[in-house]
């Protein structure tokens, strides 16, 4: 029985990426919120309307079907005045190209790293009152209307749990404060780490102690803290001590095997070229140029026959500073080297499905793994991993034995790598046991986690 006398109990769950939103964090939520009705949950979802997504936002409004009907979506948007502000003076970029658009920069997250070019005075200073009008991240506009739209539905139906995910962490935030306002506990979900990622060392000081406010306000006050490694549950019990640890738990993440149902991969005649596949974005550190060189090397050598091999990257590109087509172009590696642009989930899942082998790129990190990764292990093909040796990323590729890990700046060893993976595809390749990716499994330890905090004492 719920708190609240019902036989039913009900959850709000507080999340930025929800369909039709096709970032790969929409996915973990999704499967949580599909898992909890089939199991006789009711379930209300705050996330931002379509109508106030960010430019650039990938969508695929086919994830709309995957919404169980008995879920209440609460769509607010955000308000968003300052970037109004700054795209009224923004010039426009007339005729961009489809290759343009593919290079078109997407905000950093886990892989980004290193240190902006040097710049202007003045657009260090444009910089900084971005950085400071957009704390804890661009979504902050979306946090007063989200608090309104989700407080109207809690006082006609109150939350016995509450749920939140994050990146973007203002869900954190709004969970928090509507935590505060309905006596519901609250489930706090990072998918990646916040104040002491790795790749935020460049940002401005003012921004990483901000964060390192709020971060420590999500850890110490939510009912529960949940993570998908070990080493950022161990960063945070670090950081927080023994008495704060106790509520922290490791749910790792996933994928739903189930949409790869019904794919099979097409019918490949033998003069076909092998294809390494990477899907999805690429921006800050995730920087595959020394992978072209790598390959462009062993070409050279020999080691790989142009005619049969091909590198294709699905997906939008936003490594700063680096044109990646001209840098194949350069290295004669016009023909062998593929850019398409994003297309929808289905078509995504598919060529994973048909490619020989795919590519994850996870460079400077030890702490996070892309959540992508499961969707190739599901895909059953090897993969080749461009990672930090003793990292998340690179520790379960090796352990589920997915294929091959190099470290992501040895030339030398990601070539080694690339004919390795290239070897395993054609000889042969055994796919990654179901366990190591079903996030059905993993909405289970979350539908158990939350009975736990739900089933406790009102505070």
């Not at 003793?390 to 090796?398: F, I, K, R």
Request: proline fraction near 8%; include cysteine.
């Amino acid at each position: 029985m719920s708190r609240h006398g019902s036989d039913t109990s009900r959850l709000l769950v507080v999340a930025c990426n929800f369909p039709p939103d096709a970032a790969v964090g929409t996915m973990r939520t999704l499967r949580l919120v599909k898992h909890l009705v089939s199991e006789g949950w009711a379930v209300d979802v705050l996330t931002i309307a379509p109508e106030g997504f960010r430019p650039g936002t990938v969508t695929d409004p086919a994830l709309l079907a995957r919404v169980p009907p008995a879920v209440t979506v609460l769509r607010a948007r955000p308000l968003r005045p300052f970037e109004r502000l700054a795209g009224a003076f923004k010039p426009n970029k007339p005729g961009q190209t489809p290759a343009a658009a593919a290079q078109a920069p997407v905000e950093a997250g886990p892989g980004a790293g290193g240190r902006p070019p040097r710049t202007s005075a003045l657009a260090t200073a444009r910089r900084a009152i971005t950085a400071a009008l957009t704390l804890p991240d661009r979504e902050v506009s979306w946090l007063l209307p989200a608090l309104w739209k989700a407080w109207r539905h809690a006082r006609r139906s109150p939350p016995d749990v509450i749920y939140s995910s994050g990146p973007p962490f203002t869900a954190h935030l709004v969970a928090l404060v509507l935590s505060r306002l309905t006596g519901a506990p609250w489930v706090a979900d990072f998918r990646d780490p916040w104040a002491r990622a790795p790749w935020r060392e460049d940002r401005f000081a003012f921004e990483r102690r901000a964060w390192a406010l709020f971060e420590r306000l999500v850890a110490l006050r939510a009912d529960r803290v949940v993570f998908v490694t070990a080493t950022n549950r161990d960063d945070f019990a670090n950081a927080y001590g023994p008495k704060a640890a106790e509520r922290f738990i490791v749910v790792a993440n996933g994928c739903d095997a189930s949409e790869f149902d019904g794919l099979r991969p097409v019918t490949r005649a033998a003069a076909t070229p092998f294809v390494l596949l990477h899907a999805g974005s690429l921006y800050g550190a995730r920087n595959p140029a020394g992978l072209l060189r790598a390959v462009a090397a062993a070409m050279a050598r020999g080691e790989i026959d142009p005619a049969s091999f091909r590198l294709r990257f699905l997906g939008r590109i936003g490594v700063h500073g680096v044109n990646l087509p001209a840098v194949a172009r350069e290295l004669g590696l016009g023909e062998v080297v593929e850019f398409v642009n994003h297309v929808p989930r289905r078509d995504s899942l598919q060529q994973m499905v048909d490619a020989s082998a795919l590519l994850i790129v996870q460079p400077v990190t030890t702490v996070s793994i892309p959540a992508k990764l499961y969707e190739y292990m599901a895909a059953g093909r090897p993969i080749l991993a461009l990672a930090q040796p003793g990292g998340e990323t690179a520790e379960l590729v090796e352990r589920s034995q997915g294929g091959v890990s190099v470290l992501a700046d040895d030339e030398a060893a990601i070539a080694h790598g690339v004919i390795q993976v290239v070897r395993l595809g054609r000889e042969g390749f055994t796919p990654v046991d179901r366990r190591f990716y079903d996030g059905e499994v993993r909405a289970a330890e979350l539908q158990r986690l939350l009975e736990q905090v739900a089933g406790g004492a009102p505070r």
